[in-house]
């Protein structure tokens, strides 16, 4: 139990175009979800948190309107990144906390991560 | 805020050999200690955690032990295998991340036979 998926596992696009990554909570529901942003050979960045039904909450640097988060439903988010640039290029990766009571140890179940390349 | 600081890598141990992987912390509040795992190819994996202090997390001969009095929660494992061969982060989180991870930089290990 407890499997997160993300979709696509690699995207290559090109400048200007527009990706979306799925992140789905596979056998729980997740009140809340995390994208995580993973440079090569370093540690993962917060980049927002997103709470079922509400806006999500963009970390410091991190553009809203450049990385666009849905969270509709208890078992799906979704990150578009809007007019991709090469230096966007990185490894995405989202998180689903599980709702309670797997939420009281404060576990959080990854996704295999997104490989996107803006050529 | 809330960081997390653990030992750079990479480090290249032989097969069998004792495993210490430092990381310390700074918290605000009552964080929990988490260890993961990162596989090449793979997506992160839970290794082990503690939730307050002098909790010890253990799972496939790996532990950690949570120490407040130090902010620390070492990783270590008595005898590595090939298979262990991976990049290890420690993080933590509390309440006030809204229970978002922060992760130190990652350790690399690499075992040889």
């Known amino acids: 139990g407890a499997v997160v998926s993300q979709h696509p596992s690699r995207v290559i696009c090109k400048s200007g175009t527009s990706v979306k990554i799925e992140c789905r909570s596979l056998?729980?529901?997740?009140?809340?979800m995390f994208w995580y942003r993973q440079f090569p050979k370093q540690s993962l960045m917060l980049m927002a948190t997103?709470?079922?039904?509400?806006?999500?909450?963009?970390e410091q640097g991190v553009e809203k309107d450049k990385f666009l988060i849905n969270h509709a439903s208890l078992t799906l988010s979704t990150l578009t990144v809007t007019s991709a640039h090469p230096e966007d290029s990185s490894f995405y990766i989202c998180s689903a906390r599980a709702t309670s009571p797997r939420a009281a140890y404060n576990e959080q179940f990854f996704g295999p991560g997104t490989r996107l390349t803006v050529l | 805020g809330d960081s997390v600081t653990q030992m750079e890598g990479p480090v290249t141990l032989s097969e069998e050999a004792f495993l210490t992987i430092n990381c310390t912390y700074t918290?605000?509040?009552?964080?929990?200690l988490f260890w993961y795992v990162q596989y090449p190819g793979e997506g992160l994996q839970l290794l082990l955690k503690?939730?307050?202090?002098?909790d010890k997390g253990s799972n496939k001969g790996f532990e950690a032990t949570y120490r407040k009095e130090t902010t620390s929660f070492h990783l270590e494992k008595g005898s590595v295998q090939v298979s262990d061969s991976a990049v290890y982060f420690c993080?933590?989180?509390?309440?006030?991340?809204?229970?978002?991870?922060?992760f130190g930089k990652g350790t690399s290990l690499l075992v040889t036979p």
């Open positions: 503690a939730t307050k202090a002098d």
């Open positions: 056998d729980f529901q997740a009140t809340t």
């Open positions: 997103s709470n079922e039904g509400s806006k999500a909450t963009y």
């Open positions: 918290a605000t509040g009552y964080p929990s």
């Open positions: 993080a933590l989180s509390d309440t006030y991340s809204g229970y978002a991870l922060n």
